[in-house]
């Protein structure tokens, strides 16, 4: 069954809101990835946390990765209609590769 | 920019017919992946090759399934018969080297069992 779980599931937010999106493992994970998939897209590479407690920005993200490496956050500053789109985490167990459920997000102009 | 390329982009087929998708790698990517994502869930390994060789297919349905990179390059997904509950996108990836890579998603292919 599925270990990554993500919440909430769905979020919607008025444009310039901020947005958070919670990613937990079962067990510790080596390292963790974010995707980001709009509808009717594919998955698409956002980022990948390595170190325990690491914290990385790209404009508007910021993508933390927890002190005991099962649980990472995505938080959007300022939603823009551009982020819509369903939001992955990603991750390797053992030598096991697993999704998270995504959080979908949807931004009202 | 190197893309994954997969073939086809949809398919429709009755329940016990046979249905192959193909999938061509970024030039130089060692690992490949082929997933299935149903409607609303997030991407589920079917496979991971490293090169020719598979490294996990514990979540393929063997019964059914098969998959196969020969040369270590392109590879082929099958399914025979196919079922209802085989309807969704799957999705082939790749990536440098396993554990820890980024994967770079193909298009997909959309497969409806009738």
């Known amino acids: 069954g599925q270990q990554v779980m993500q919440i909430p599931q769905y979020q919607h937010v008025q444009e310039g809101e901020d947005f958070t999106t919670y990613c937990n493992s079962s067990t510790t994970l080596s390292n963790i990835q974010w995707y980001k998939q709009r509808p009717g897209g594919h998955p698409v590479f956002l980022i990948q946390?390595?170190?325990?407690?690491e914290v990385k920005k790209q404009k508007r993200l910021t993508f933390q990765f927890g002190e005991a490496k099962k649980n990472s956050s995505l938080h959007i500053t300022a939603t823009q209609t551009t982020d819509v789109g369903t939001y992955f985490c990603a991750g390797n167990t053992g030598n096991q590769f697993y999704f998270g459920t995504g959080t979908s997000l949807t931004v009202i102009p | 920019e190197a893309e994954v390329a997969q073939s086809p982009r949809y398919k429709i087929t009755e329940k016990s017919q046979a249905v192959a998708f193909w999938c061509d790698p970024i030039s130089g990517h060692a690992t490949l992946y082929w997933y299935r994502q149903i409607l609303g869930q997030g991407p589920e390994l079917l496979v991971q090759?490293?090169?020719?060789?598979?490294?996990?297919d514990s979540q393929l349905p063997k019964d059914r399934f098969s998959a196969e990179r020969l040369k270590g390059v392109d590879s082929t997904l099958k399914i025979q018969p196919a079922e209802l509950g085989d309807s969704a996108m799957y999705l082939c990836?790749?990536?440098?080297?396993?554990?820890?890579?980024?994967?770079?998603f193909g298009p997909g292919t959309r497969l409806l069992v009738l």
């Open positions: 090759f490293q090169d020719e060789s598979v490294v996990d």
């Open positions: 990836a790749s990536s440098l080297s396993p554990y820890g890579e980024t994967q770079y």
């Open positions: 946390l390595v170190k325990s407690g």
